[in-house]
C-alpha cells in the first residue's frame, strides 16, 4: 500500500509542470569592421499587413523578438506571429523578411551558447549590414552558393540576442 502511495505522490509532482514563458530579446549588430555598423537594433519595415523588411532603428524602435521551434518570432502589433526568414534567390546578397507567412526560410534558427543567432540553413555564409532604401541600413544575409563575396555597401556582422529582463 505504501509503494503505490509514493507513486501516487510521484505522478502527481510530475505533472505540475509551468506553461511555457516566452524569454524576449532585442537583436543587435555586433563585430562589424565599420563602427557605426556596431549596435544596431533589428527591427521592422512594414511592406504591406503581412510582409515586412528587416531594418536597423533606434534602440526605442527595436523589435521584441523570441524563439519557438526553431523559428525566430515576433508579434506584430496586430499580434499576428511574424518570424524571421532567409528569402531565396540568386545574388550573394540574400534578402532577410519578417513576415506573418514566411518562406520555407524561416525554419533552422536558433541562439548559440554565447547568444549569438545562427541558422542551420545550407548556403548561409553570415549576417550583413547592407545600405537599404531611403538611407536605412537593412539586414541582409550572405548566400555563399551565390558567391562568397562580401558585396559594396555591406559590411558582416553577427547578431547578438540581448534579453531584456521583465
Ligand atoms: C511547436 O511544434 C510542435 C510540434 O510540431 C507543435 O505541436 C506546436 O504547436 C508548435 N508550437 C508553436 C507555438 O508553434
Ligand atoms: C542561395 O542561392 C541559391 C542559388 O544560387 C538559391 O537556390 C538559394 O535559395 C539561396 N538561398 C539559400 C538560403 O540557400
Given at each position: 500500500m505504501k509503494f503505490v502511495t509514493n507513486l501516487a505522490l510521484l505522478a502527481t509532482a510530475t505533472s505540475v509542470a509551468a506553461g511555457p514563458v516566452q524569454k524576449i530579446f532585442n537583436i543587435v549588430t555586433s563585430g562589424?569592421?565599420?563602427?557605426?555598423?556596431?549596435g544596431l537594433y533589428l527591427s521592422t519595415q512594414r511592406v504591406d499587413p503581412l510582409n515586412s523588411n528587416a531594418v536597423f532603428r533606434a534602440q526605442e524602435d527595436a523589435a521584441d523578438f523570441y524563439v519557438v521551434n526553431d523559428t525566430i518570432r515576433y508579434d506584430a502589433p496586430n499580434k499576428a506571429p511574424y518570424a524571421i526568414a532567409l528569402v531565396s534567390g540568386s545574388e550573394p546578397q540574400g534578402d532577410v523578411e519578417i513576415s506573418v507567412?514566411?518562406?520555407?526560410?524561416?525554419?533552422g534558427f536558433s541562439l548559440t551558447s554565447e547568444k549569438k543567432v545562427k541558422t542551420s540553413q545550407q548556403n548561409f555564409g553570415g549576417w550583413l549590414v547592407c545600405d537599404g532604401e531611403n538611407g536605412v541600413q537593412a539586414l541582409y544575409y550572405e548566400n555563399t552558393s551565390a558567391g562568397d563575396i562580401v558585396p559594396d555597401g555591406c559590411d558582416s556582422v553577427q547578431l547578438d540576442a540581448v534579453f531584456k529582463s521583465s
Open positions: 562589424a569592421t565599420d563602427d557605426s555598423n556596431n507567412s514566411p518562406t520555407t526560410g524561416s525554419e
